[in-house]
């Protein structure tokens, strides 16, 4: 037996559960006793001062055990209370998530991002990037430990996305901000979502293997606790997803990293962190053939229409990153702490490509009958598709900080000041050709021509100073009021363009109302200095003098607990206007953002969302959330002519007289952001049997109603197409396979674990083929039709978490 300091402890009392047997251990700590064989036996260590053990066993006979028993100190514990934190409460757009959930949350990509969906809505399962507020993926900013984050650039799709950095199983803290975040936080126009890894106590870990994803996680304290590390690994293949895409293949993806933090306490004053992560991501895709019936087609055309494609080709890519930060932190006293920080990033990606596609377009025969049953009898269009591309990209990014903070009672000050040195190496060139027919599109009779071409070397780099003061102001009235001012300044040496963002925040509760409610709001400017994929034109070059986009926001709203079902409730709701100029226009196309890489667009979104967090039933939270939102864009010089012949007729493919006599401009105005959604749904439930509380079901739920698809470069048909509303149910069932009140033998290998669960998932319940985007094909009288890219269909997952 010994102590937390691992000394001897003699006297210490065993005693077998429910039998009227013990002993006590000798000065050394040793102690020896005889217990029952072939049967459960437990023995309880107790010792005056110290919190009492027990251990199981089953021996059988003949058999010896020996174990080390170390006891814990004890401490008196206050009975327990609800403490609710009303400094979160008090921030505006802040969302405090539960890291603990990201395991047991049924969704393909699983982790922290799946969580985040479920407040802010979803187009696609199989991406961790998300959209808020009308934002699109490259207007979030995500820290670990105050150090800045970054993902791939040239992803396409989310078939080729790997691991997010951040380890759901390293995470203690988990703050999302949704719009009025603070001055403190950077350059970026959307949200924000702040981690903090877990400091760890005592030596512990977990592991994971699921056919989606396999993980292991370990963590510890050394030299009396002065040290502490965590240590993640983990591995993703997302080949069982893409198995049943409509585009028949041999899909190979995968997926790996690890990650490590560790904290060294130098001195009672100094501390010093070293966070470092290494990840790999490989996707290879040898396509075979799609067969598109016409449960993909668009209702607005014929049933009996079908596409085949017949593929030669493959796609190898590769997304490779690295990130090491170094800060050191020194508390001068309790009321001042001061950071320095250091870090560098590394992106090297390479992207190629080399598919040709053979496609027939027509009627299907859909008579089961028929010598051509599931064959196309009536032929529209046929041709041949070629996508090549050669892409490499490497980015650096060096970067050197210092943050403090000073706490004066009334007033609680930060600063910041960040210098980053970007280094920036493309090689980009990709091109698609179409033949249609026997006929190279566009048709030229002197030449072959590409239907497009992208090509361009760019290499820069671009120093950035950015930093901020702000001042949290704590009034002594009734209310609690309080006010946030803070100022933010960003200067670059690309386009020398010198930024000051000024934002404000307040929070009171009313003292005179019997309901425990929280008023609060924000208001400020946000700018979003231009990064490479912004400033990079359809056609690969580089504008070098983009301007920041800049966004004006105001929001406010309130956070309400209450009881429901006499259990702890809390609804929090806001509402919001954003107004934006200077924007970079896009289209996405799947993952991929195209910019148009010039500042000439004004945009705005309007909106309010509510949710609610209760206890459906005791001990298991649950949450709902529901927005309504509208995003419009207005581009400058957005104009297109139509051309009349001389019977007043427009111009069209179906039109005899093709000769214009006459023209007419158009100017198109506000249309829908291609991020546009006006309702958005989420619901995290979760529940177990009433008997037995080691078998749990948990539910996922997103909906958002439809979003506005563009012809990728096109003016006119902006806003074209439709893409239909994304509904998504997915369910998982867990039970508890082992934990620490378990019976186990004593050489049992599962003797030092405290629980073990199995869980079952089935993805896409409603087995709902959602869209994600369009293919445009076209006839052989150059009519263009429509054919939705599916995404996946119902799928099933199994994986056993073991913790120790």
């Known amino acids: ?78 009975k327990a209370v609800t403490v609710k934190d009303e400094r979160d409460r008090r921030q505006p757009g802040l969302i405090n998530i539960d890291a603990s959930k990201a395991l047991m949350n049924p969704s393909p990509i699983g982790g922290i991002e799946s969580l985040i969906k479920v407040f802010v809505g979803s187009n696609n399962e199989l991406t961790s990037q998300y959209s808020v507020r009308g934002g699109n993926y490259d207007e979030n900013l995500v820290y670990v430990n105050d150090f800045e984050v970054y993902r791939p650039y040239l992803v396409r799709s989310g078939q080729q996305e790997g691991l997010s950095f951040i380890n759901p199983e390293l995470t203690n803290n988990v703050k999302f901000y949704n719009g009025g975040f603070q001055a403190k936080y950077g350059d970026k126009v959307s949200s924000v979502l702040d981690i903090t890894y877990r400091k760890p106590t005592k030596n ?296 000051l963002s000024p934002r404000i925040g307040f929070s009171f509760k009313p003292y005179n109302w019997k309901k425990d409610i929280v008023i609060r709001g924000a208001a400020g400017v946000y700018d979003q200095p231009p990064f490479y994929r912004e400033m990079r034109r359809y056609n690969g070059s580089i504008n070098y003098n983009l301007k920041s986009q800049k966004s004006y926001q105001a929001s406010a709203g309130l956070d309400y607990y209450f009881k429901l079902f006499q259990r702890p409730a809390r609804f929090a709701t806001e509402a919001y206007y954003k107004y934006m100029t200077d924007v970079v226009p896009y289209d996405i196309d799947n993952v991929r953002l195209r910019y148009y890489g010039e500042n000439s667009a004004k945009t705005y979104a309007v909106g309010i969302e509510g949710r609610l967090f209760g206890e459906i039933v005791k001990d298991a939270e649950s949450w709902i959330s529901i ?75 997103l909906y958002g109603s439809n979003m506005p698809y563009n012809i990728p470069g096109s003016t006119r048909y902006r806003n074209a197409l439709t893409i239909e509303p994304y509904i998504r149910v997915d369910i998982g069932f867990s039970a508890l396979l082992l934990n620490v009140q378990s019976t186990r033998r004593s050489h049992s290998p599962f003797k030092n674990f405290d629980n073990i669960w199995a869980s079952l998932e089935i993805f896409n319940v409603v087995d709902r083929a959602n869209t994600i985007s369009y293919q445009l094909v076209k006839d052989f009288s150059n009519t263009i039709y429509t054919i939705p890219n599916r995404l996946t269909p119902r799928l099933v997952n199994f994986k056993i978490v073991a913790k120790w």
């Open 204 to 499: 512990e870990g977990s592991a994971y293997i699921g056919l989606l994803e396999q993980g292991l996680h370990l963590e510890g304290t050394a030299k009396k606790n002065k040290v502490t590390y965590l240590f993640g690994v983990r591995n993703r293949t997302n080949q069982n997803l893409l198995s049943s895409q409509e585009t028949e293949g041999n899909y190979i993806p995968s997926s790996a990293d690890l990650q490590t933090l560790i904290t060294c306490q130098a001195t009672n004053k100094w501390r010093v962190e070293a966070l470092a992560n290494l990840s790999k991501t490989k996707f290879s895709f040898f396509p075979k053939e799609s067969q598109l019936t016409s449960a993909v087609f668009s209702p607005l055309y014929s049933v009996s229409l079908g596409l085949d494609i017949f593929f030669e080709g493959h796609e190898k890519d590769q997304y490779s990153t690295s990130f090491i930060g170094l800060s050191a932190i020194n508390q001068l006293n309790k009321n001042l702490q001061l950071k320095w920080m250091l870090s560098y990033f590394n992106d090297n990606e390479e992207e190629n490509i080399d598919i040709t596609g053979a496609y027939l377009f027509g009627e299907r025969d859909f008579d089961p009958n028929s010598a051509t049953s599931g064959a196309i009898v009536n032929p529209l269009g046929a041709g041949v598709n070629q996508n090549y591309a050669r892409n490499k990209l490497n980015i650096d990014v060096w970067s050197g900080s210092h943050k403090g903070s000073l706490d004066k009672g009334k007033h609680f000050l930060q600063w910041g000041n960040t210098i980053e040195r970007q280094t920036v190496n493309d090689r980009l060139h990709e091109w698609v050709y179409n033949d249609s027919a026997g006929y190279s599109l566009p048709y030229n009779s002197n030449q072959l021509s590409l239907q497009s071409y992208t090509g361009n070397n760019a290499n820069f780099d671009v120093t950035r100073f950015h930093g901020y003061i702000q001042d949290n102001i704590r009034f002594n009235d009734s209310s609690g009021f309080i006010l946030q001012g803070g100022l933010r300044y960003n200067y670059n040496t690309l386009n020398k363009e010198f930024l």
């Open 627 to 701: 927005g309504i939102m509208r995003t419009k864009e207005n581009l400058d010089n957005d104009y297109y002519a139509t051309y009349q012949n001389a019977a007043g007729e427009t111009i069209g493919a179906g039109t005899p007289d093709k000769i214009p006599v006459d023209s007419t401009i158009n100017a198109v105005g506000w249309l829908r952001q291609p991020t546009d959604r006006l309702i958005t749904f989420g619901m995290f439930f979760q529940d177990y049997l009433s008997t037995n509380k080691n078998f749990k079901v948990y539910l996922n739920t």
């Open 1 to 78: 037996m010994l102590n937390e300091d691992d000394k001897p402890l003699s006297g210490v009392t065993i005693q077998v559960l429910n039998v009227e047997k013990n002993t006590i251990t000798n000065d050394t700590g040793y102690f020896q006793i005889s217990v029952a064989a072939n049967k459960p036996v437990a023995l309880v260590f107790s010792y005056t001062g110290y919190t009492s053990v027990q251990k199981n066993f089953y021996l059988s006979t003949g058999e010896n055990e020996n174990i080390t028993v170390k006891l814990q100190r004890f401490t008196k514990e206050l």
